[in-house]
């Protein structure tokens, strides 16, 4: 840059003007002291101290807890690309769907035991297969792992399975599902579709369907910003959710 200021500098000065922007002073060098002044690099205009990556940005930032109105949002914003206003409206959940959400201050299993207080009467009286009662979508494998080890207080007895690609193949959970009752489904929201596509997995007998929103990977992201993911979870609420919502047989919960 500071090259460039020199070059224009010389470019403008009137024919047999002094050979340096300021007259010298007399002594030896003034003339050389002068133009290494003028071509020196200013690091403080350096590209990288003014341009923050935005992960910097959240690093730094408050972590705030997803919200009812964060999903509403999303949705919109998803939707309102190929969707009349009339089809947006018929897409917006109404508020006795939304559980409580966290606040950051609870555990998996302090959540879960606050927004299902009669799991383990509700657990008893289940015993369809293919199907879930809890449903909880995670952004990752190894995250789904984490939440199954975290949720040890709540599950008790209950029967908890993984619902995720890696390792398992989707034949696989299909059977295990129509062989065995099945209370808690952990999984990426890629392989619940698949299995609701494929009927091993019915969606009717499920009462919470809660997202691990607050989460965030190893760059700052939550699950939702991430557009692949995002896609997936908006496929399968048209899949059914929205109108088991809209029904009241179906609660939502952001973790």
């Not at 590209?47 to 997803?66: H, R």
């Not at 309102?80 to 950051?104: G, Q």
């Not at 369809?128 to 008790?156: D, H, P, Q, Y």
């Not at 969606?203 to 997202?211: E, I």
């Amino acid at each position: 840059m500071a090259d460039d200021l020199g070059d224009e500098w010389w470019e403008n000065q009137p024919a047999g003007a002094a050979s340096s922007p300021e007259a010298s002073d007399g002594e030896g060098g003034g003339d050389t002291a002068m133009m290494q002044q003028e071509t020196a690099p200013v690091p403080a205009l350096s590209k990288k101290t003014e341009q923050k990556k935005i992960t910097d940005v959240l690093a730094k930032s408050e972590p705030k807890p997803g919200t009812p109105e964060d999903l509403q949002k999303l949705m919109k914003d998803y939707y309102s690309s190929n969707r009349s206003v009339i089809e947006l409206e018929e897409l917006t959940l109404p508020d006795f769907c939304f559980l409580k959400a966290n606040d950051l201050t609870h555990s998996l299993s302090s959540y879960l035991k606050e927004i299902c207080p009669k799991w383990v009467k509700l657990r008893k009286n289940h015993s369809e297969n293919k199907s879930v009662l809890m449903l909880i979508i995670c952004g990752s494998a190894i995250r789904a792992l984490e939440l199954i080890r975290s949720m040890t207080a709540f599950k008790g007895d209950s029967k908890v399975m993984k619902l995720f690609a890696k390792h398992i193949k989707v034949q696989e959970q299909v059977k295990l599902l129509e062989k065995r009752v099945v209370h808690l489904g952990v999984g990426t929201p890629g392989r619940i579709k698949e299995l609701i596509k494929q009927g091993g997995l019915n969606l009717n007998p499920l009462k919470f369907l809660v997202f691990d929103w607050n989460w965030r990977d190893q760059k700052l992201r939550r699950m939702m910003d991430i557009p692949e993911i995002r896609k997936e979870v908006f496929e399968i609420l048209e899949m059914g959710v929205l109108s088991l919502c809209k029904s009241e047989s179906l609660k939502l919960g952001l973790f």
